[in-house]
């Protein structure tokens, strides 16, 4: 059957049952039937809490990945790089300013300039600094390493293209 003779169907037998019930004159136990009423009603506003509760707890999750992963980029440039910190300042400053801008809905996909400078900016970090390759090389080349790994899991993030 379509759906519009199931409706059909339904109404008449909604039609059928209010004319049919009250001949019959049935009692009903009034406080029992509002207690069964807000016991179910409870329980569906209970599942609506859950659903906002865990999406906000999700939201909130996101948001600090997010953070946590530009407040790890600009460690790192300070630590490996310290010539480039206000460049990388001014484009985490950029990228958190636009997406603050817009609706959450909205803002990857209208931050992806901001995003692709912030990613430039760190791909042009170089570790080697003033007085060559040999100095601190060990630290540098671990935090580098930890560098890129954060960069790969930060612009891959999951929430970024979803």
Known sequence: MNLRKWRVLVSLLLMFLAVWL?????????????????????????????????????????????????????????????????????????????????????YVSKTNREFEGLAMAVDDVNFMDEKGPAHRFSTQHEEWALFNETGASFSGSSHRYS
Not at 58 to 64: C, G, Y
Not at 86 to 100: E, G, M, R, T
């Open 22 to 106: 009250p001949l019959f004159k049935i009692s009903l136990d009034v406080p029992t039937l509002l207690s069964v009423l807000s016991f179910l009603f409870a329980i569906l506003v209970g599942f609506f809490i859950a659903t906002a509760t865990a999406n906000y707890l999700r939201l909130q999750a996101l948001i600090a990945e997010e953070d946590a992963g530009l407040i790890t980029i600009f460690n790192l440039v300070r630590n490996i790089a310290p010539q480039n910190i206000d460049k990388i300042v001014d484009a985490i400053d950029n990228y958190a300013i636009a997406a603050l801008s817009f609706e959450l809905t909205e």
